[in-house]
């Protein structure tokens, strides 16, 4: 069984609610609704910047996302509540 998460829903669903559903988000929000969902798709992407640390014993290294610190992220919304 594969495991579905909120970001998941979001990259299949997000770019059809754009084309059928933004007009109902107020336009005075509808700029920073967006940006928000976009940055949380992208959270830890590793496309989008990273931080590489590296073991000087073994070499063996592990490159880590940078996050995108949002409340509306299930990952980085923990660490505000």
Known sequence: ????TLKKI???NW???LKKKIKRIPKVIR???????EKAMDCGRLEKGYTE???????ESKRVGFTCKSKFCTRCGR???
Do not use: G, R
């Not at 069984?1 to 579905?4: A, E, G, I, L, N």
């Not at 640390?53 to 070499?59: A, H």
């Open 15 to 17: 770019q059809n609610f």
């Open 10 to 12: 979001l990259q299949d």
């Open 79 to 81: 660490i505000y509540v």
């Open 1 to 4: 069984m594969t495991k579905v």
């Open 31 to 37: 700029a920073d609704v967006i940006e928000t969902v």
């Open 53 to 59: 640390y590296m073991c000087l014993e073994c070499m």
